[in-house]
């Protein structure tokens, strides 16, 4: 009988929810948001940092499941540097591609980092 357990989520998705990059807070950011998930109170506030059109810094501070924590870490990831009407762009399917899995997911709990950049950029022009 082996010990081995399947893994339900990628190695790196948990290494993002484990070592979440950018996490904490961003001292005097120009823009931010926050969204929460009501259904398992997944809550995610993000600052952003804003120069020349452009996201120079992005953190994110907040609690919830591996898919919301990582999915967060990577939107981080994806969305600095990117131009203000680029990040307003990203979707679900840009974080999902960065997660190097397949199947069914928690959407909900994924769109939780995705919803609080959306209300944050909302306020930008």
Not at 12 to 24: E, R
Not at 65 to 92: F, H, M, N, P, W
Not at 104 to 119: D, F, H, I, P, Y
Request: glycine residues 10%; contains cysteine; charged residues 25%.
């Amino acid at each position: 009988m082996s010990d081995e357990r399947p893994q339900i989520y990628d190695q790196n998705l948990m290494h993002h929810s484990q070592n979440p990059h950018n996490k904490g807070e961003l001292p005097n950011p120009d823009l931010q948001g926050s969204a929460k998930n009501p259904n398992c109170g997944d809550k995610i506030k993000l600052g952003l940092n804003i120069k020349d059109g452009s996201i120079r810094d992005i953190k994110f501070d907040g609690y919830g499941c591996v898919l919301c924590i990582g999915s967060a870490s990577i939107l981080t990831q994806l969305a600095r540097g990117l131009s203000v009407g680029d990040a307003k762009e990203l979707t679900l399917d840009d974080i999902e591609a960065n997660m190097n899995e397949s199947g069914k997911k928690r959407e909900e709990c994924m769109a939780v980092g995705l919803n609080a950049l959306k209300q944050a950029l909302s306020e930008e022009s």
